[in-house]
């Protein structure tokens, strides 16, 4: 069975750091395109950041220039560091798997809080 393993989460002050883990299978992460998606509650989930399985990245506007994503390879893990954190980076972050396209994610990881307050 496909996992999606995220760690990573927690609280941190406005303008800290944090780095979001997520670790699958080596099949999963060499075939599939991988990113990393938020939601807070009342709001749908939203792309945050995206790295194909040839490398290639994308970022919402709201987070570039402050997030990047990479892939360690010998490890199956994506990561996302985010750097210059604001309160309104607050949600549940997720991993997710797709073929093709952002918008049909394959498999998802269960999910991590990140809170972003003084």
């Known amino acids: 069975q496909v996992q999606l393993v995220e760690s990573g989460g927690g609280l941190v002050q406005p303008g800290g750091s944090l780095r979001l883990s997520c670790t699958t299978s080596?099949?999963?992460?060499?075939?599939?395109?991988m990113g990393w998606y938020r939601q807070t509650p009342g709001k749908v989930r939203e792309l945050v950041a995206r790295?194909?399985?040839?490398?290639?990245?994308n970022y919402a506007d709201s987070v570039q220039g402050r997030f990047t994503i990479s892939r360690d390879n010998a490890k199956n893990t994506v990561y996302l560091q985010m750097n210059s954190l604001k309160p309104e980076d607050t949600a549940v972050y997720y991993c997710?798997?797709?073929?093709?396209?952002?918008?049909?994610?394959?498999?998802w990881g269960q999910g991590t809080q990140v809170t972003v307050s003084s």
């Open positions: 997710g798997a797709d073929r093709s396209t952002y918008t049909f994610v394959l498999y």
């Open positions: 080596r099949y999963v992460f060499s075939t599939y395109n």
């Open positions: 790295i194909t399985s040839t490398g290639s990245t």
